[in-house]
């Protein structure tokens, strides 16, 4: 019904307007949920190329040759093309379990949450910042030559900020997310347990089991693939929109 001082053409409009804004609420969720294991993927693959050592037995001159060789391709693939789209991601990821929460969002939980899951991509990022400095270092002519001493340096340093402070933030969000999950019902009760198990495991244990972090992307793919699966049948025929927390 059109009201005073408008046409119909005006409200054509805005009806269309609302069509466009309920469209992209419901793609949103849906797009997030995705990113979500895009997360997971481009983060395992930046771990793993960040990863990779050179053979045993090489003395420093040969460990150098082979990061220049190698180990730089590996390196600038993993921080300046994977870590920054991965960190991207996460943030998007954050953003969906919010929309799932709906309006039971708890602000002492909520807080936790959104500052853990903000600093997780702040210390990877960071780890990203330490190694991409051998990619940096080596580009300009300014920059003394690389070293064995100094390669294990600046690998220790961004692992630290990985597998330490990184992980550490990502079990805190397992944790606050698990929690928010029992009580909203947002996640079943057998993804949530397994959170808390994966959260416990790499917040005590990971300083000497460093490939326990791989457990995160995991959990973190397996809750986006439910994401996508309750979105879809929440926006299907019959439903009438129900099953999403408010």
Not at 90 to 96: A, D, K, R, S
Not at 122 to 151: E, F, I, K, Q, T
Request: aromatic share 12%; net charge positive.
């Amino acid at each position: 019904m059109s009201g005073p001082g408008t046409t119909p053409a005006a409200d054509a409009e805005d009806g269309g307007a609302l069509a466009g804004i309920r469209v992209f609420e419901r793609r949103a969720p849906r797009s997030a949920g995705l990113a979500g294991i895009v997360f997971s993927v481009l983060f395992v693959l930046s771990l793993l190329l960040v990863s990779a050592r050179p053979p045993e037995g090489l003395d420093e001159y040969a460990f150098v040759e082979w990061f220049q060789a190698q180990g730089l391709t590996l390196v600038t693939i993993a921080t300046l093309y994977l870590a920054p789209f991965a960190g991207i991601a996460f943030l998007w990821f954050i953003g969906v379990i919010r929309s799932r929460i709906g309006k039971g969002e708890d602000q002492f939980f909520a807080t936790v949450f959104l500052g853990s899951g903000v600093l997780f991509v702040g210390m990877y990022w960071a780890a990203a910042a330490v190694l991409a400095s051998l990619v940096a270092g080596n580009r300009y002519d300014a920059a003394p030559p690389l070293s064995a001493a100094r390669l294990e340096e600046v690998r220790s340093m961004g692992f630290s900020f990985l597998f330490v402070l990184a992980a550490r933030a990502a079990s805190v969000f397992m944790l606050v997310t698990c929690t928010i999950a029992r009580r909203t019902g947002i996640f079943p009760r057998s993804l949530t347990l397994a959170g808390y198990a994966i959260a416990l495991v790499m917040l005590l244990s990971l300083s000497f089991l460093q490939w326990v972090v791989l457990l995160f992307p995991a959990w973190v793919c397996v809750a986006s693939g439910y994401i996508l699966v309750a979105e879809r049948a929440t926006s299907s025929p019959g439903t009438g929109g129900r099953g999403r927390p408010e």
